[in-house]
């Protein structure tokens, strides 16, 4: 009982912590997943915003470009007025979009890219980055080489640029009056925007579900600990404070589960009931089951009593000192014919005069009663004696013989629990000292067994007088 007793306290130790862990641990999931797809969601929805940017201003761009004199461009390039129109124009279609990086037209074939015109190059003044020049295309063009020399519209690619940072360039192809591939019109986004208000976006969303999470989280774990837990926790510190030793400890039992008076409305209230119910059915079982054993038991001694009176003790109703005197000569018997297999307790009521003289030789009579009774109750098959004022001997036998170690520590440990009950008034707290001997070979009488006993139970009731003193 004690190991179910832990075993459910730590249990319910690690419920009050799990719960709440648990809610944090999914809050905190569904916070990331909520995240996660809403940023997914607003990412998109700007690379979209740029594309379709993108395709609007290479349009105009292509436009301004005349297919058929990609070449002339090339070779003649600011000495022709309309190519520094179109540059002119590029320029101003830069300015209407604030996000755009640069704005170039390349003359896409297999080794690469051909500058054809880009605003940038005056600026610049590269020597290796002049019109006609070879460029080597980023790894995302480059895989597209074909379809772009074959007039296909391909899709906007983010180009992490080391000078630049991150791009997102659109290509869109230009053609000639008879419908063949001229050049590219290009455009590169500047990325730097878009990643910081995908940051903010991030952080307000994030700082946002965290406050109000934390205020969810909050309230349910308040709920939980006051609904689920805090009442779980109470039952459990009360059955702690349970007892099983007898029938008073079952109802003081049931009292202390009263005292809770749990009253969830849900689940919990429902266990609360059913576990109240079924302790009270099993007290008023035990109860009767005890009183009906306690009836028997008085009708057998009766019965017993009547047929043996002159070997009943008229107090206790066990053995008196001639029938234990009788039972000595059947065990002498037994050591004489080789038979013997038996053991002898010894047992001395403690504080017995201390009873007496405090309260009465009625409340003695109680005690020396309530001790008996224990010592009965462990000993039920094997005869009981008394052969003095507060001395009993029991005669182990059978399986009782075969059970002695067990049965002997069983009976310390009940006058042991009956002492401590402090609650209860002083000759209802019976206390006992005791020594147990088997029958060994060698040993010619009874007495020699008897003797050991009775040696063992005084060393017992001198570590009682050390811890306790004595009244006698």
């Known amino acids: 009982m004690m190991k179910d007793k832990k075993t459910f306290h730590a249990f319910m130790r690690r419920l009050s912590v799990r719960l709440p862990l648990l809610l944090i641990v999914s809050y905190a999931v569904i916070m990331v997943c909520v995240i996660g797809i809403v940023w997914y969601r607003f990412h998109h929805r700007m690379l979209d915003d740029y594309t379709r940017m993108a395709v609007g201003m290479t349009q105009l761009m292509a436009m301004e470009i005349d297919g058929d004199k990609v070449d002339e461009y090339i070779e003649k390039n600011y000495e022709l007025p309309e190519y520094r129109r179109i540059l002119d124009r590029f320029e101003v279609l830069r300015e209407n979009y604030p996000d755009v990086q640069f704005v170039y037209v390349f003359k896409i074939v297999e080794e690469g ?32 080489t074909e379809e772009i020399m074959a007039g296909e519209e391909t899709p906007a690619c983010e180009v992490k640029d080391s000078e630049d940072g991150r791009l997102l360039t659109y290509i869109r192809p230009v053609f000639d009056s008879e419908g063949n591939y001229a050049c590219s019109a290009c455009v590169d986004f500047s990325m730097a925007y878009l990643y910081t208000q995908d940051m903010k976006f991030v952080l307000m969303l994030g700082l946002f579900m965290l406050l109000s999470t934390a205020i969810v989280l909050a309230i349910d774990v308040r709920i939980v600990r006051k609904d689920v837990t805090e009442p779980i926790g109470r039952m459990a510190r009360c059955t702690s404070q349970f007892a099983y030793a007898t029938e008073e400890d079952r109802f003081h039992n049931i009292a202390l589960l009263e005292e ?31 009183k009906a054993k306690n009836e028997i038991k008085e009708k ?27 039972a000595v000569g059947e065990l002498q018997q037994q050591i004489d014919q080789e038979k013997a297999r038996f053991g002898i307790v010894m047992v001395d009521v403690n504080n017995l005069k201390f009873i007496n003289d405090t309260y009465g030789h009625e409340k003695g009579d109680i005690y020396l009663k309530g001790a008996c009774r224990i010592v009965c109750d462990i000993y039920k ?88 003193g004595s009244y006698r």
């Open 300 to 326: 057998e001694e009766q019965i017993n009593y009547l047929g043996n009176a002159a070997f009943k003790d008229a107090m206790t109703g066990v053995g008196n000192k001639a029938a234990y005197e009788e």
């Open 381 to 468: 098959k094997s005869p009981v004696f008394r052969i003095g004022g507060d001395e009993f001997v029991v005669i182990l036998r059978g399986k009782d013989y075969e059970r002695g170690q067990m049965l002997f520590a069983k009976l310390m440990i009940a006058f042991n629990n009956s002492h401590k009950q402090f609650h209860k008034d002083d000759w209802e707290r019976y206390t006992a000292s005791m020594g147990m001997a088997e029958w060994r070979a060698g040993d010619r009488s009874p007495d020699a067994v008897f003797k050991r006993a009775d040696e063992l139970m005084y060393e017992n009731k001198k570590r009682f007088k050390e811890r306790y």
């Open 260 to 290: 809770l008076n749990i009253t969830t409305g849900d689940e919990i209230e429902d266990l609360y009931v059913v576990f109240l119910t079924t302790m009270k059915e099993g007290a008023y079982y035990m109860a009767n089951l005890t």
């Open 113 to 144: 890219g051909i500058v054809v015109m880009d605003p940038d190059i005056l600026e610049d003044n590269d020597p290796d980055y002049q019109p006609g020049s070879l460029y080597i295309l980023d790894k995302a063009f480059a895989d597209l």
